[in-house]
């Protein structure tokens, strides 16, 4: 679906609101994206950790919906970029892991429960598809 700015959404796909954005004059190089390509989460600004890379709109989509986190990537898309860095290597995404859940990072404050709800859903299903 085309929207405004060169932007296209993609409802259908499960992203709720993640905007593919097509960078300057990179046109459309049938469908590949460039380096100037990004997806942003309808409702936050094109900047910053409200930014899915492409990377983290590919790894959004190859999660099962039943684990997919939405809202951690509408709220804290620079996590589930991270985690799109990480994928390969379980070590260190379980590392990741345990860093978001219990950090010694002095003035963090938590995540929402609907965000802790989803990263512990995913680390589980994570967790689950290692032991097979």
């Known amino acids: 679906m085309r929207s405004s700015g ?7 796909q499960g992203l709720g609101g993640i905007e593919f954005i097509k960078g300057p004059g ?7 994206m460039t380096q100037s390509d990004s997806f942003r989460v309808s409702g936050f600004p094109a900047a910053g950790p409200a930014t899915l890379s492409p990377e983290g709109a590919r ?3 190859s999660i ?7 809202i951690t990537a509408k709220r804290h898309a620079h996590i589930i970029n991270r985690m799109a860095l990480l994928w390969q290597d379980p070590k260190a995404l379980r590392a990741y892991f345990d860093e978001l ?10 995540f929402a429960i609907e965000v802790l709800d989803e990263l512990l859903g995913l ?10």
Not at 123 to 132: G, M, V, Y
């Open 6 to 12: 060169g932007s296209f959404t993609s409802p259908g």
């Open 26 to 32: 990179s046109g459309w190089k049938g469908g590949a």
């Open 59 to 61: 790894l959004m989509q």
């Open 64 to 70: 099962p919906i039943s684990v997919r986190p939405l």
């Open 101 to 110: 859940m219990v950090s010694s990072r002095p003035g963090r404050r938590g």
């Open 123 to 132: 680390q589980n299903a994570l967790q689950e598809r290692q032991r097979i």
